[in-house]
């Protein structure tokens, strides 16, 4: 691990995606000012120059002028114009005695502004405080790290502090000059390198912020094993409680929570639909996404929803000056993207991504889509395969398109318009000597969304948010049977939110907001044969009010931040409910190199996911959303408390969290149940004790790396007996071992994951296993989840190699192979009765040995 320098951390984290377009900014005023420099001159000899041009005479005191310059204007001729240059550019008194003769003294108050920058990179030092000695005036320096000071003393002295940069102090005399304003340069305190406060690790553009947030920044992303690419939903189950116990980025369990409970954002916008490929891959582009942060615990406010974790990704958000482009493709898709700049001002932003799965079978479409429709292989107690042929004939492919206009109204203000729609279609036929079956799908997300971000004085800013959502899944399954069945699942989401952001002093800031969602969920059903129909509606609002205070001490020791969101819950059809959720997220320094993470919240959230019946839809897709309605499902509630130590020096970095984490409100449906309670609805809660650690060695040239996640997840039912026992993602026992290696320009990945098995129910062992007095038949279970499947482990590998094509020109080619070692891991079991009133055995089977090849271009 290296150490992470303080000057690294004078970005504060809301101001971070508006950091580049002030550096650009300041760049290009840097090049206008050394333009200027070859035009300006000592203003005593300018006014004797100007004496004899225009027969005129100066009085003045030679000590008063002798330090100041002018810069020659040639588009000022008038001895008028010239005279107010000077006044303006020297902040000097002239008075005109007659038609000759003229006087220059100095003024006792002045306006004086610099520029603050960092003397080892020129980047400018955004929040520093100014302050005149002896006075109450005192300033910030803004997003270009230039302060101005109106009418001080000329003979003042100015103090400029800024957190892990050495105080100095100036005299306000030397800055009179405001055309152009001069800059002042800050050194690091290099005695305070020992507060880390950012642990990079793993690989490239991975770091664990101060807040204990995980942040993933995908243009310095390096390699992990298995990935070529920066595939954002798969990157972050590398990091310890987070995993997918059925290899998919759309079923991601975070400390035991069930992927609904992940709020998941981009660019502010709750999306509904997170996955390609039913789930294999991120349906979102990384190469226009320019930060993903995670959150697992110590939540701000501003968050609402998501009681197991908050996944936010951002777009690029500077206005870009030159054009910056790309385009690759694997073995599944091609895409490309582009960041275009069409003014000073405005620029904008698209990617487009298209599968070539429905003209070309390459040999990674063909493992993910056996892993897809594998529910077919039935087999039946005995473990044989059933003497079937079975003839499948599918038409697959799936899409993604984002936009984004940018346009900075003025330095203070930023107007930012995004939008994004996903797309999955499948049309699926399966054929055999007793059955047919035929499915078709269609999953789209369809959302806008628009930002408003002003600074209204260097203290005080706020950004205001509106967006809309609508996510759509259709499907219709129909059997040999003449059993149709239609499903329709429609989500419109839209909402606004308001954050201020207020600097009370140095090192206390202040969020405050409110935020406003309306949520309506439509399920439709409609199945032939035995008749039935079903429609039903909701809709629910969400007033939420949030207040938080953020703390960080002079020597950086404490870093805290403490916060309450009042949330006003109104659902049209059955319930009104007021939830407090306090908030809190501590960072202490401990000894050298040695912090602590003291963490807490309650959150609440109110959509969920009910799971459809296995057979539906052959097992592509069975996911609904649904509304809390306080009858048939409650408003999901958690509390959760985390204790965390923190080691980091050099290359070394060692973590260790342990927590706690209770969820109420869940029901049997939600939670993907597949004994005889997933028909029955029951309420309940589970509750999470776990351990995390981490260690990581990190060098230039390599990273390698130790994981262990320690779970004991307990449900909670008062109607099922027993009423405690084993949740269906308690995977007690996690481990990752893995490392990369960079040799000049080729990057080389290996890795080993293993767990233990998820529990499942048998069918009772014994003649009556089948109920056949009641309709439909039911199988007789065991105690719930009162086995386990056998223990996971598969390792995956990549490769990449970067070169150059020509000027600007970039390149890559990765290959990648999940699986390496083609391990049969079982991922599922569930039991299921037949036509014949004999139970079949399903077998959920993970990825064989799956290659990917991949090749990309940035220009």
């Known amino acids: 691990m290296k150490e992470t320098k303080y000057y690294f951390m004078l970005k504060p984290p809301k101001y971070s995606s508006l950091y580049f377009l002030c550096l650009l900014l300041f760049l290009s005023m840097v090049g206008r000012a050394q333009e200027i420099q070859k035009n300006t001159i000592g203003l005593i000899p300018y006014i004797q120059q100007l004496e004899k041009d225009f027969n005129i005479k100066f009085s003045y005191v030679d000590e008063d002028l002798a330090s100041l310059s002018i810069r020659i204007d040639p588009e000022k001729v008038s001895l008028e114009a010239i005279l107010e240059g000077i006044r303006n ?133 390096g390699i992990l094993p298995g990935l070529i690419e920066p595939d954002v939903l798969q990157t972050i189950q590398a990091l310890p409680g987070i995993k997918s116990v059925d290899e998919t980025v759309s079923d991601i369990n975070i400390r035991g929570g069930t992927n609904d409970q992940n709020l998941v954002l981009w660019d502010g916008i709750k999306m509904y639909q997170t996955g390609h490929f039913f789930g294999l891959i991120s349906a979102f582009n990384p190469y226009l996404t320019e930060k993903v942060t995670i959150i697992k615990n110590g939540t701000s406010v501003e968050y609402g929803d998501g009681v197991s974790s908050v996944i936010a990704m951002e777009s690029k958000n500077k206005v870009n000056k030159t054009f910056e482009g790309g385009a690759g493709f694997n073995l599944l898709s091609g895409d490309i993207f582009a960041h275009i700049p069409i003014a000073n001002k405005l620029s904008a932003q698209f990617s487009a991504r298209r599968s070539t799965t429905d003209f070309v079978k390459t040999p990674t479409y063909n493992r993910f889509f056996d892993k897809v429709f594998q529910d077919s292989e039935v087999k039946e107690n005995n473990g044989t395969s059933e003497d079937q042929d079975i003839v499948r004939n599918e038409e697959f492919y799936f899409y993604d398109f984002t936009g984004k206009i940018l346009y900075d109204i003025n330095e203070k203000q930023k107007i930012r318009l995004n939008f994004i729609t996903l797309d999955n279609n499948l049309q699926y036929s399966e054929k055999s000597n007793t059955s047919e079956s035929k499915s078709l799908l269609d999953q789209t997300n369809l959302s806008f969304g628009g930002s408003l971000d002003s600074q209204w004085t260097p203290g005080l800013g706020s950004s205001l948010a509106v967006f809309y959502t609508r996510y759509n899944l259709d499907a219709q399954n129909t059997s040999s049977e003449s059993q149709q069945l239609f499903q329709n699942n429609l989500v419109l989401e839209t909402g606004i939110k308001l954050n201020t952001h207020y600097q009370l002093w140095q090192n206390l800031n202040w969020l405050n907001g409110y935020q406003f969602n309306e949520v309506g969920i439509t399920n439709t059903a409609n199945v032939t044969q035995p008749p039935f129909n079903s429609n039903i509606k909701g809709v629910i609002r969400t007033h939420a009010l949030f207040s938080e205070l953020a703390y960080q001490s002079d020597n950086r020791k404490l870093v805290a931040r403490a916060g309450a969101r009042l949330n006003y819950i109104e659902n049209l059809n059955t319930f009104t409910k007021f939830i407090l959720e306090p908030r809190l997220n501590i960072n202490v320094l401990l000894a050298p190199f040695f912090r602590a993470d003291i963490l807490g919240e309650y959150k609440s959230q109110t959509t969920n996911q009910i799971i459809d019946l296995e057979q539906n839809f052959l097992g592509i897709e069975k996911r609904r959303w649904i509304l809390s309605d306080e009858k048939y499902l409650p408003i999901t509630k958690s509390k959760q408390a985390s204790f965390g130590l923190n080691y980091d020096r050099r290359s070394l970095y060692i973590g260790i969290e342990a927590f706690y984490k209770e969820v109420t409100g869940i029901s049997t ?82 890795g080993a994951n293993y767990h233990t098995g998820k529990p499942y129910t048998k069918p009772q062992q014994k003649d009556n296993i089948i109920d056949l007095g009641i309709f439909p038949n039911k199988i007789n279970y065991e105690s719930p989840n009162s086995s386990r499947l056998p223990d996971y482990l598969r390792i995956d590998s990549s490769f990449v190699y970067g070169f150059t094509l020509g000027k600007g020109i970039k390149s890559s080619m990765g290959i990648s192979v999940l699986n390496l070692l083609n391990r049969r891991n079982l991922l599922n079991t569930y039991y299921r009765i037949n036509e014949n009133d004999e139970i079949e055995t399903v077998e959920r089977i993970s990825l064989g040995i799956t290659p990917n090849v991949s090749f990309r271009l940035k220009f």
């Open 669 to 750: 449906a939600t939670q993907g149940f597949q004994n005889e309670d997933q028909f029955n609805g029951e309420i309940g809660s589970y509750d999470v004790k776990g351990i995390e650690f981490l260690i990581n060695k990190k060098t230039n040239k390599y990273s390698t790396w130790f994981s262990y996640s320690f779970n004991d997840n307990t449900y909670t039912f008062k109607d099922i007996s027993p009423n405690k026992f084993p949740n269906n993602l308690d995977i007690r026992h996690t481990i990752t071992f893995a490392g990369t290696y960079t040799y000049k320009k080729f990057k080389f990945g290996l």
């Open 89 to 221: 550019e020297t902040q000097l008194q002239i008075k005109k005695l007659n038609d000759r003769y003229y006087t220059l003294s100095k003024r006792n108050l002045v306006t004086i502004c610099a520029f603050l920058v960092d003397i080892s990179d020129n980047n400018p030092l955004i929040n520093a405080t100014v302050e005149v000695m002896g006075s109450s005036i005192r300033r910030i320096s803004d997003f270009e790290g230039q302060f101005t000071l109106h009418e001080i003393p000329r003979e003042a002295n100015i103090a400029i502090r800024h957190l892990g940069y050495k105080t100095i102090y100036i005299k306000a005399q030397d800055y009179v000059s405001q055309r152009p304003c001069r800059s002042v340069t800050m050194s690091p305190n290099i005695q305070e390198l020992n507060e880390v406060i950012v642990y990079n690790y793993l690989t490239e553009g991975l770091s664990k912020q101060k807040d204990a947030s995980i942040s993933l920044n995908t243009e310095e992303f």
